[in-house]
């Protein structure tokens, strides 16, 4: 998920949804009650959404995490999650797509009539995006620029975009960290990305090697954005620098341990001169 976005609301707001919160969560750990605990709690809408808005914003989502025990700045199987419910607008799940959460058959909750949370807890890990197949992480990773934008937005902001890129692709480029310093290093803090940047950045990964070389990449044939062409002309100057920074660094001691050489040999000379003439 997404760094948290900034509240709106003021701290008389922030303790009415707090309280609107707690009294959300006392009702719901009392409806449908299982057999063995009481207080279980449950998969329902109505714990999760937002009562002013009706769907389920990045605050309920928030709670979610929290009753599974996962971080969801981190952790990428929440949104996974979020993608599998078919969520079609930023920031929120509506009540017809979380119902799909039981009649989804890609996730663990299928056809759990009891919709207890202890079913995706267990099967959390099945929503690993690891293992998914480049074919079906495409969509994926599409979603994942559609569900963080802010309102009708078209893009990410630069800086979200840092924080998210390496989370949603996770290792399936070489290219993840030198793409991140070359948009703080390169890109003020007002760029934008879009999403045909950003969907590109992944066909770049999978079809580009690792730099410097950066095999499969042609300059001259390049339908990349200007962004990714861009990038690799900051790379390959960057290592050019580098080269030559290391290049002269390698050769100064060198030179230095020649000269001491030199000096004592001449001090050994002159010492067994000196030896000679007092023998003489």
Not at 47 to 64: F, K, P
Not at 151 to 175: M, Q, V, W, Y
Not at 206 to 234: H, K, M, Q, R, T
Request: include cysteine; charge should be neutral; glycine fraction near 4%.
């Amino acid at each position: 998920m997404a760094p948290k976005r900034k509240a709106k609301s003021t701290s008389v707001g922030s303790s009415t949804k707090k309280a609107k919160m707690s009294k959300k969560s006392n009702e719901s750990s009392q409806m449908s009650p299982s057999k063995g605990n009481k207080d279980e709690k449950k998969l329902l809408f109505e714990r999760y959404a937002d009562e002013d808005e009706g769907v389920i914003t990045m605050d309920g989502l928030s709670q979610l995490a929290e009753d599974l025990d996962i971080d969801p700045t981190t952790d990428t199987k929440l949104l996974v999650l979020c993608w599998r419910l078919g969520a079609e607008k930023p920031g929120c799940i509506q009540k017809e797509e979380w119902s799909r959460l039981f009649t989804c058959p890609e996730l663990p909750t299928y056809e759990n009539t009891a919709k207890s949370i202890h079913a995706l807890k267990n099967g959390w890990n099945q929503l690993d995006p690891g293992f998914l197949d480049n074919s079906e992480f495409r969509p994926f990773f599409k979603f994942c620029f559609e569900f963080n934008r802010e309102g009708t937005k078209k893009f990410l902001e630069r800086d979200t975009a840092i924080i998210l890129l390496p989370l949603c692709i996770e290792n399936r480029s070489f290219h993840t960290d030198a793409f991140i310093q070359f948009l703080e290093k390169e890109k003020t803090p007002e760029f934008k990305l879009n999403k045909d940047q950003w969907c590109s950045f992944l066909d770049f990964s999978l079809a580009v090697g690792s730099p410097p070389d950066f095999d499969g990449w042609n300059a001259d044939e390049s339908s990349w954005p200007i962004l990714l062409d861009e990038f690799v002309e900051y790379v390959k100057a960057n290592n050019s620098l580098e080269k030559s920074d290391k290049d002269q660094a390698s050769s100064s001691p060198k030179t230095t341990t020649t000269t001491k050489h030199h000096h004592s040999s001449t001090k050994k000379s002159k010492s067994k001169s000196s030896s000679s003439r007092k023998s003489a």
